[in-house]
């Protein structure tokens, strides 16, 4: 069976319609439906990148096909210079591939450091604070306002703790819960390393964007449902100032 050539142009359609219109349209469309919002943005994204992978697969396969044919004499023996292309379409698509890993290596290893060097400073600062709601939460040494939802734990501040009420101390906890609850430390970390990925991008950059408003808000809506706006409210203001 022949390479279906016709899907390449389609897929590159669809792959810039998704990265030219996604920033233009989707920004400020799904406050009140922010776990939907976060599952379109994703599904965009990753169809792109599956229409852009079918690209490559099907280049090969027509690369494959046409070698084929060369060697079986199909396309008559004035097709020589046509087969001297073909043969060195396998080693630049190799070149072009090594290039590209080379490329991606180089943007996530500043990441990787980031984190090693990160993660043991936390390790070694916090200490257990309490259990919310089946949550371990830590409590930090910084002198600023500050609150964090990992995979599995939370983490706030000296700072933040002595500067909230009870009532406000409540919220933050209820706000960082609806984050570990609803996975949102890994899914803001997906959207990073596809902003890294493609930082040419405005489509990346307001994916990265929407992405943390959306989880923003999601677990908002987590803590209103044990904790009053107003509450809320008080309690976020510490950490913008």
Not at 147 to 170: G, M, P, V
Request: proline residues 5%.
């Amino acid at each position: 069976m022949n390479a279906p050539l016709l899907v390449i142009p389609l897929a590159i359609e669809w792959v810039i319609v998704v990265t030219t219109l996604a920033p233009i349209l989707m920004p400020g469309k799904f406050q009140k439906s922010p776990q939907l919002g976060i599952s379109i943005w994703f599904t965009a994204f990753l169809s792109a990148g599956i229409a852009t992978i079918a690209v490559l697969v099907i280049s090969v396969w027509a690369y494959l096909d046409t070698w084929t044919a060369l060697n079986n004499d199909e396309l008559g023996s004035e097709s020589w210079f046509a087969a001297l292309l073909v043969s060195f379409a396998p080693w630049v698509a190799l070149a072009a591939g090594g290039i590209t890993f080379a490329l991606v290596n180089d943007r996530i290893e500043p990441l990787v450091a980031n984190s090693k060097e990160i993660a043991p400073l936390f390790a070694m600062t916090k200490q257990p604070l309490m259990h919310f709601m089946g949550t371990r939460v830590y409590l930090v040494e910084l002198p600023i306002a500050f609150a964090l939802a990992s995979n599995r734990d939370i983490l706030i501040s000296t700072f933040a703790k002595d500067h909230l009420s009870q009532d406000e101390l409540a919220a933050v906890l209820w706000h960082e819960l609806g984050h570990v609850k609803q996975k949102h430390f890994a899914i803001k970390r997906l959207a990073r390393f596809i902003r890294v990925l493609s930082p040419k991008l405005a489509a990346s950059r307001a994916l990265l964007n929407e992405i943390d408003l959306l989880c923003e808000v999601s677990a908002d809506n987590y803590a209103l449902k044990k904790v009053t706006a107003p509450t809320l409210n008080l309690a976020r203001s510490l950490f913008e100032n």
